[in-house]
């Protein structure tokens, strides 16, 4: 059986090897950790990618590739938006939501 | 068949929450989610742990589908709304399934539970339970559900969709960007198909864009309404939602939804695979 298309629980950190590009980080509104956020990982074309919901602390993460990216965030407490170029490796975002 | 006996919104979920013969039947990979609330009265089927065989890579049989439906007290002449996260691809897989078993009225909770949340509607973590059924369960669909004999086939002859990301059409990425890149098959599509990812279809809330934008969605993507179609993703639950939008919203003839996917397809030996990176 294949793992299912379903997001690990976004709160528990994992090993990086050296050939991933990972791009993680934290959902926050007014400097609290915002859970249950749907966080969406967006090409460098703007085409939708993945899609994960926060952990309790208010942390996702992606496994994409280096190049271009948008992180959007979307809640009942707002949205928040940022563009990165991600490298391989951890590549760090914070969204506060506005 | 049109969009109204198929999709129903928030609103109408809400108002019929305790009508007799409709049942709310929360799906998800991620069965905690459930736990940490759901609609109330929803009953939840693990995608998993209730959907798949366990040994074989195919559905449960019959007989063990009808046990399920029965335990979780669905008759076979109820309504059954479906909902779940993952902007409701779980729960189109699942309707795509109760489908295939021959359920009557399936419908989607449009937007799921994303747009539910977003909306700051309630959410329960009380128990829901309903007397046990005797579920009748019809024989599998095959109109509705393609193998890879096929798929190799309709190559250059039936309208192939791939609703992944351009990333993984492409072979650039082998699973979706919130997964690990483990797996070992190659990389690619699968000759001929055409990308139009499933995102394509939704709106930001989760919700199915209208009739008129998913059909010029298509029809600019180059599907020719003259060919039988199939679609595919990585594991099939995708798929099950752009499935969804071609033959029950836009009410195409003769669409498939291919499960066994790029995790089938991507480990073939002998077919031809297309890589455009």
Known sequence: MTAGCGAPDQDQDVAVGSKETVIEGKVLSGGEPVSSAYVRLLDASGEFTAEVPTGGSGNFRFFAAPGAWTVRALSSAGTGEKKLTASAGRNDVTLELV | MSRSDVLVSADWAEQNLNTPGVVFVEVDEDVSAYDKGHIAGAVRVDWKADLQDGT??????????????????????????????????????????????????VKLLDGGRKKWELESRDLTE?????????????EQ?????????????????????????????????????????EQSQVAGHIPGAINVPWSQAANEDGTFKSDEELAKLYGAAGLDDGKDTIAYCR????????????????????VKNYDGSWTEYGSLVGVPVQKDV
């Open chain 2, 126 to 138: 009380e128990a829901t339970s309903r007397p046990a059924t005797q579920y009748k369960a019809k």
């Open chain 2, 56 to 105: 074989r890579r195919d559905f449960v049989n019959k007989e063990r589908f009808e046990k399920l439906l029965s335990a979780k007290g669905i008759s076979s002449d109820d309504t059954v709304v479906l909902y779940g996260g993952n902007n409701n691809w779980f729960a189109a897989y699942a309707y795509w399934y109760f489908k295939v078993y021959g359920h009557g009225d």
């Open chain 2, 235 to 254: 594991i099939g639950e995708r798929s099950s939602h752009t499935w969804f939008a071609l033959r029950e919203l836009l009410g195409k003839k003769n």
């Open chain 2, 141 to 181: 669909d095959t109109a509705i559900r393609a193998f890879r004999d096929e798929v190799v086939e309709a190559i250059n002859t039936q309208n192939l969709v791939d609703v992944r990301s351009p990333d993984e059409f492409s072979g650039k990425l082998l699973a979706p960007a919130h997964l690990p890149q």
